[in-house]
């Protein structure tokens, strides 16, 4: 199978058999390809479940708080409101009523991170204070009462 990239994005020369068609992503190798075909035929069967594009979750004022399923981590651009400068930072990704919601609080991600939880972890995060341009999040797990 031969594979150039075109503007970002692969383009295959499709195999003769699907068996023999092998295509690999960053993200996944395909071994079923014989099944997705399949599946690809049915998808007006199929409804959406989630909604995988990340929203911002933003918590204001001390004393906010939300409950999230913690489900990883992920890099996002952030551009500075004065400079204009783009940096690279980490956030935090929950699960949150069927989306996904991110929040890339330095101590927030920092307190995750010590944690060691592992995704599919329920939580509740609470803004706290703000300690000159940091905020402080109280991290806790949730449980059955």
């Known amino acids: 199978m031969d594979n150039s990239i075109q503007n970002g994005t692969v383009a295959s020369e499709v195999a003769t058999s699907t068996d023999q ?5 960053n993200f996944a190798n395909l071994e079923n390809l014989s099944s997705l075909l399949e599946a690809s035929a ?4 199929l409804e959406p479940v989630i909604q995988l594009t990340s929203e911002y979750v933003e918590l204001a004022k001390p004393g906010e708080t939300f ?7 992920q890099s ?16 935090a990704r929950f699960l949150i009523n069927k ?11 920092r ?3 010590n944690a060691g939880l592992p995704a599919g972890t329920p939580v509740q ?16 797990l949730l449980g059955k009462k």
């Open 21 to 25: 068609a092998e295509i690999t992503t």
């Open 111 to 113: 307190e995750l991170k």
């Open 76 to 91: 996002m651009n952030v551009t500075d409101k004065t400079t204009g400068e783009q940096t690279e930072r980490t956030a």
């Open 99 to 109: 989306v996904v919601k991110i929040n890339a609080g330095v101590s927030l991600v």
């Open 67 to 73: 409950k999230g399923i913690f489900i990883g981590f």
């Open 42 to 45: 049915n998808l007006e069967d």
């Open 125 to 140: 995060v609470t803004y706290v204070k703000k300690e000159g341009n940091l905020k402080i999040y109280a991290l806790e």
